[in-house]
């Protein structure tokens, strides 16, 4: 396999840690105006990550990608029209980089200071932020080429609280935060499912490698394969 590693946030960026083992790593610090160090919107690079999938649409060799971003993630500050699509003109501004001080954690816990009506808007906008961004990566898989036979899996480390019960962050262990997003797709071998089984992150690999079919010899995962789950209607 080619592997290789489009990442959002500088603390992944780590030859030793997730950034061992793949052939190319992209990552840059963020340079466009407002951006925060350590930081880079997924729009900055999409781009590139378009250009490497079309670079493997003649080639028949097998790859692996990691489409990393941290959008939507706080300090939340969606660029330009985002920023505004979901959000009241009468809902006051927000000074939220200016209470981060220099340290994310900052932003998480308890806090009813915080205006949740402009703290929700700010999610929201750079969820769908993400969401163009994604669509155009998931346009580019769908066209002619080799692409037609790739697994695409869609998937967070964690939730968020956005201000339910004056909660920030995902510090605080609740339905907000262990509730994420588990999508996978392949044009033949998965059929439209929705599960309504429980499951959690630490399915994905015996999940995938069995649908690539690789073997793990001797290696004992802690989550289940659920391959015959998604391959059958529940």
Same mark, same amino acid.
Do not use: C
């Given at each position: 396999?080619?592997?290789?590693?489009?990442?959002?946030?500088?603390?992944?960026?780590? /030859? *030793?840690?997730?950034? +061992?083992? %793949?052939? =190319?790593?992209?990552?840059?610090?963020?340079?466009?105006? !407002?951006?925060?160090? @350590?930081?880079?919107?997924?729009?900055?690079?999409?781009?590139?990550?378009?250009?490497?999938?079309?670079?493997?649409?003649?080639?028949?060799?097998?790859?692996?990608?990691?489409?990393?971003?941290?959008?939507?993630?706080?300090?939340?500050?969606? /660029? *330009?029209?985002?920023? +505004?699509? %979901?959000? =009241?003109?009468?809902?006051?501004?927000?000074?939220?980089? !200016?209470?981060?001080? @220099?340290?994310?954690?900052?932003?998480?816990?308890?806090?009813?200071?915080?205006?949740?009506?402009?703290?929700?808007?700010?999610?929201?906008?750079?969820?769908?932020?993400?969401?163009?961004?994604?669509?155009?990566?998931?346009?580019?898989?769908?066209?002619?080429?080799?692409?037609?036979?790739?697994?695409?899996?869609?998937?967070?480390?964690?939730?968020?609280?956005?201000?339910?019960?004056?909660?920030?962050?995902?510090?605080?262990?609740?339905?907000?935060?262990?509730?994420?997003?588990?999508?996978?797709?392949?044009?033949?071998?998965?059929?439209?499912?929705?599960?309504?089984?429980?499951?959690?992150?630490?399915?994905?690999?015996?999940?995938?490698?069995?649908?690539?079919?690789?073997?793990?010899?001797?290696?004992?995962?802690?989550?289940?394969?659920?391959?015959?789950?998604?391959?059958?209607?529940?």
């Amino acid at each position: 396999y080619n592997t290789a590693a489009f990442l959002g946030v500088w603390i992944l960026n780590d /030859p *030793g840690g997730l950034a +061992r083992g %793949f052939d =190319s790593i992209n990552w840059r610090q963020p340079a466009e105006p !407002g951006a925060v160090h @350590g930081i880079r919107r997924s729009g900055t690079y999409i781009d590139e990550v378009i250009a490497y999938l079309r670079a493997r649409q003649n080639d028949s060799s097998p790859f692996f990608l990691w489409i990393h971003t941290f959008d939507p993630h706080a300090p939340f500050l969606p /660029p *330009g029209e985002y920023s +505004r699509m %979901f959000r =009241s003109p009468t809902t006051p501004d927000f000074d939220l980089l !200016g209470q981060m001080k @220099g340290n994310i954690e900052n932003l998480n816990g308890y806090r009813p200071s915080f205006p949740s009506d402009f703290m929700l808007s700010q999610y929201l906008g750079e969820l769908r932020y993400w969401d163009s961004n994604f669509q155009k990566i998931f346009e580019t898989i769908q066209e002619p080429g080799n692409l037609d036979n790739t697994l695409v899996v869609y998937t967070s480390d964690h939730g968020e609280n956005v201000g339910e019960d004056n909660i920030y962050g995902h510090l605080d262990i609740n339905q907000h935060v262990i509730r994420t997003p588990l999508i996978m797709w392949h044009p033949d071998l998965i059929p439209p499912t929705k599960l309504k089984t429980p499951v959690q992150q630490s399915d994905l690999a015996p999940t995938i490698l069995d649908f690539l079919k690789i073997k793990a010899a001797g290696v004992q995962f802690e989550g289940k394969n659920l391959k015959q789950l998604m391959t059958r209607s529940e």
